[in-house]
């Protein structure tokens, strides 16, 4: 995980499975990599979903 300049952070993670076979995002078994956007500006988010090969599976607001 790292911190943004603009604030917020980012996190890249491995989607494996734990010792009892499940996976840690089971709701997207497709997808080996997962990358998690918290606390970000719009503008990131944006800049995020522009670049090749990533697609926005949940968003959460709180």
């Known amino acids: 995980m790292f911190d943004l300049p603009s604030g917020g952070e980012v996190s890249v ?19 080996s990599t997962l ?13 995020v979903s522009r670049l090749s090969g990533f697609v926005e599976l949940r968003r959460e607001e709180l």
Do not use: I, Q
Request: net charge negative; no cysteine.
């Open 35 to 47: 990358v998690y956007l918290s606390d970000v500006e719009d503008s990131t988010v944006v800049a």
């Open 13 to 31: 993670e491995r989607n494996y499975e734990d010792e009892e076979g499940f996976l840690m995002e089971a709701d997207f078994p497709d997808f």
